[in-house]
Nanobody, 126 residues
Framework: QLQLVESGGGLVQPGGSLRLSCAAS????????IAWFRQAPGKEREGVSC???????RYKDSVKGRFTISRDNAKNTVYLQMNSLKPEDTAVYYC????????????????????WGKGTLVTVSS
């Protein structure tokens, strides 16, 4: 069974850091493009970052320089290191996988994601 499980969310003060993990089971994550999305209360889901099968990366403009996406194929896990967090980063964060291996941005979303995790909540508040 192909599955993605996110972890690492929580409550953090503005300016703090969190590292989210997206662990895959049932498939070798290294051959897939993995994207992080987020959805804040009352807002639409948006793509935050993506890493393709060649380890090329893409970021939403508002997180560039603060967030870093990476993968550890030995652990079958993708990470999202989030630094200098702001209250507007508060959202449920989801990871998703595409067997195309490509990060194709369509509007504010990465296209072609076939598998999704259930999300982890990140709250940035003092």
């Amino acid at each position: 069974q192909l599955q993605l499980v996110e972890s690492g969310g929580g409550l953090v003060q503005p300016g703090g850091s969190l590292r989210l993990s997206c662990a895959a089971s049932g498939f070798a994550l290294g051959y897939y493009a993995i994207a992080w999305f987020r959805q804040a209360p009352g807002k639409e889901r948006e793509g935050v970052s993506c890493i393709n099968s060649s380890d090329g990366t893409r970021y939403k403009d508002s997180v560039k320089g603060r967030f870093t996406i990476s993968r550890d194929n030995a652990k079958n896990t993708v990470y999202l290191q989030m630094n200098s967090l702001k209250p507007e980063d508060t959202a449920v964060y989801y990871c998703a996988a595409s067997s195309s291996g490509l990060c194709v941005l369509s509007g504010s979303l990465y296209h072609g994601m076939e598998y999704w995790g259930k999300g982890t909540l990140v709250t940035v508040s003092s």
